[in-house]
């Protein structure tokens, strides 16, 4: 930083979550907190700060008070949807941070499996081919106590409700994978469950975007950041997720999903939001709130 300034060197500091907010029953919590006083360094060193959404851009004017809301966007060249033919296709992606967080829709998906006959998919958690062999390479590396830790609590919890749901389970991938597999899973409808935690309030709606563009309907927790953009939001409630989900199962999804690609494709596309992206780091000043577009829940 110091070399940079010396030479007149801009330096901008980019950040979609707000580390400092990271909760214990996170995977990554104690790895995180090493990193925090060199995140707060570059917050408040840094030329400009560039994030996802306004609330995290409010929390972050915390250390530095030039920050730029760049959403996060799709690049519509990498998502082509594929159809599948039998059976409905309900499923989510995501990294090993949100065991808890998915605890709070499979109530639901395992009620619904009763009366409806569809398919709960998940993408991503580990590296291992299976949930049983995380198991294993967890047990190996810390023992069975790690199940009674802040972050090893939520996994054995999830773990239980979803040994009596019906799953397919697909493996992490690369980065650069990412959205052909998330494309591959065929999927009619993703979820977006979070609780409702200043943690969560601070993301951004990736998941809702990337959805979209692979061909699914989401349906998403009815907390921030869902509330701002998803149309179909449920309430943290196991009866709320029920009835937003099969509501998604039997009705025409067709026009739902039309409508929420569109948004994406008009507000959330790389291809037009690169220009914020270059007038930012060209040192423009974007007036606040010029890069939010709200879609306000049409169904919560």
Known sequence: MEACRQRSVRVAFDTDDALDLVPRENVNYAAIQTQIPIYEFLLRKADIVTTTTQTLADHLRHWNSNVAV???????????????????????????????????????????????????????????????????????????????????????????????????????????????????LGLDIGIAPIVGDRFNENKSCIKYYEYAMSGAVTVASHVLPYTTEVPITAKNRRDSWKEKLEYAITTDRAPLLQAQRDWVMTHRNMEKNVDLWERVLLGEKLPQGSASHELHAAVT
């Open 70 to 184: 760049i959403p996060n966007s799709v690049d519509p060249d990498e998502w082509s949807p594929v159809r599948k033919s039998v059976g409905v296709r309900v499923g989510w992606t995501g990294s090993p941070t949100h065991f808890v967080d998915l605890g709070v829709a499979l109530d639901a998906i395992r009620k619904l499996q009763r009366k409806y006959d569809f398919t709960f998919v998940l993408q991503g958690i580990c590296d291992e081919a299976s949930l049983e062999e995380l198991q294993e390479v967890v047990v190996a590396r810390w023992g069975k106590a790690y199940f009674n830790s802040p972050a090893g609590r939520p996994m054995k919890h999830f773990l239980g409700q979803l040994s009596e749901i019906r799953h397919e389970f697909h493996p992490h991938v690369p980065i650069d994978q990412h959205p052909r597999k998330v494309c591959d």
